[in-house]
């Protein structure tokens, strides 16, 4: 039986960086261009679900977001779910868009992620960024993710020799890629030198081992590919959406240098498409700290264990590489609005498998693959896309 | 057959205020005493224990927190506040009490206690062990209106070089030849013994670096029994105390911490808003007491099904969903492995370890393995330096953050060997 699937039609991105603008203009920014950039236009009557991402950072309207999206996007009366998986929101929030036109149920969804960071002072900031992680054991140990990730990094150094100047690495080619993406929060290249000369945050993870903290918001309009057709010539279908989860603790999970999410996901993803992993063009994922990004490359399954920081030092992972990685800079440069993110690497996604990225153009790509991780890898989800 | 004292342990403060042994900031009342008696080994958990007493600095709360944190609901426990005189009528409190069975006693002073006279002399813990074996012996126990010249029945008492009637005063312990074997600095007030300054006997070299040890090991000790004479002298009233050496005592420290420098005295609770730093990890009280188990007594839920072990214990076997007939075990705090590791260094710090970070700078974190397999998180103890994988900690009670007006307690570690590995 040929599966039902759904297609990108649209998709709209704000500016990403500590912006002056709030939620509600974020929304509609991003929702108007998305509809904006469907090919012969779309009613907005037509939309007969969303679903949001977002964590909610600072607190304002915590609750029920749902409706400042309904009002913002003009939607009437269609139901709006918001979706909360940390920071991979917006991951889990396409997903369930994508289910909804895979089970038959929808025709035409939009997706959004949200997050607004820059609103709260620094102390309530960091307050935020620990809500997603292990309360009562991580956090009263005293660790935030930076923490967590680096108690992965040094164990992932240990038992495989990782050397830093990967992890700097991840950083420099995120950066260099970032340049020329005008969405993104940094247009700043870096060298290795700088990297790991930047003060430590969590050894051995330095500032510029880490993303910022950052405002935006994406909106993706999808469509049953019956649907998409009438409405684009090039529409970017979904080729399979996995998802898996994890113990919310490191300390309760089977591996300290590997998220069975993340593998579970991208068993799932894989599964459900007609392609395997050499026919994926490039990767977005999710490189929240530089180790994370080498991590993703070994439970995605593009690197065997221990492999991704000679990958990575060989330069296979740069825009001009064999494997892309983050060509739109990733979390590290393009900045991490906590619960746009996932629907920010979908928007990359869309562009390049349109031939639409302007500068940062990966030649003739077809296919990729994007990867949203939330907490330290309690949830994920792995989406892959193909042109049609 | 008499009380007598079978095995003693001290725990000594991790934080330096110039030569002053002196709380760190995560060290209380509660935690020093819980280090002592954790040094005292299975003695201080035995199912045997009939009575716990708590003499000294101790708040109202350890009278459900002490037992709760050696896992012996239900024993009695008596509360005395005040100082040495009050020790020693303690132990002497258990003769010939009903029912028989081993006590634990455990002693605090603070340093902050005399902050209010402007003298501050350090803290100290002791917990000791008394039952119906062969041991030290308190005979006898008599107090009396502070003596202007520094004496009591008729004996000497060296004021540690400071003028008659000004603090501190001093607590001594004497052999029967009224040689002087240990001395300790006392404040006046409550509080019991701190800050020991050992004296090493005449031609015996330097001075000792466990001054209990040397006091319970008195000279003569081999010829059993052996008699002793101490006096301990308060704010108000000097105590004399006679007793008899009739056997040997074991005797244990506490996990040595490594050592904070301090620049300021700490600072007292009552001086501070414990909710000051409440804006964090959010664990309500009643989900905080219903982790304590794990949380201060390292329990896991072993299951019979899977012979697996569960680390935080929540009522359900993590690997088979199994929830009936789970069997309670403490992890052994001995021997943990470090499996991976962190500073956090300022700024990545959750907003309710800021205080931690303003004193020590950064804090060292670990993933730690116990012996039995499950794995934990803890911060480490003291200032923040690399720890290599494979290296061994000790989980202690500390202070983690306060919270809704109360501390919150929970383990963190010592590194006790560091891995030579890479």
Redesign the interface.
Known sequence: MVRRRAALVGAGHTRFGVVPEGPRVLLRTAVDAAFGSVDRGLDRARVEEAFLGTLGFSGWQLGNPSAVLAEEARLGHAPVTRVENACASAGFALRAGVRAIESGDRDVVLVVGLEKMSDSPSAHRRYWLGVSGDTEWERLAGLTFAGVYALMASRHMADYGTPAEALAEVAVKNHANGQLNPNAQFHKTIDRAQVLAAPRVADPLGLLDCCPVTDGAVALLLASEEVARALTDTPVAVAGAGAGSDALALQERASLTSLAATRHAAEEAFRRASFGRPQVGFLEVHDCFTIAELLALEDLGFAAPGKAAEMTLEGATARSGRLPVNPDGGLKAKGHPIGASGASQAYEAFVQLRAAAGARQIPGVERALTHNVGGSGASATVTLFERT | MPMAIVAAAVARPSARLGPLAVEAPDEDAFTLAMAAAEALGERARSSELARIDLVGDHAPEAEWAVPEALGLGGVAIHRTSGGPAHLFEAIRGHEGADPPGTRLLLAVDLSRVGRATGTNHGALAVALALGPGPGIRVDHVATHARSPRGETEGLRVDRLGRPHGSEPTALLILGDDERVVAAARTAGGPGFATSLVPRAPPGTGPAPTTPFALALRAPGVDDLPHPFVLAALGAERDVHVRGTVTGSVAWSEATPSPTLALSAPPVRDDERSLDARS?????PRP?YIE?LPSRWRLEADWCPSCSRLTF?ARGAC?HCGRTQELERRSLARSVWTV???????P?????E??G?VAVAGA?G???ARSSEG??????LVGPAT?VP?GSRVVPVLRR??PMEGEW?Y?R?AIVVAASD??
């Open positions: 804006e964090g990890a959010y664990v989900r982790n935080p993590a499996d991976a590791a962190t500073i956090v260094r700024g990545a710090q959750p907003t370890f800021d931690t804090y974190v670990v993933v499950p794995r934990a998180t803890f911060q690399p994988i983690l953050y919150r929970g963190k590995a890479r």
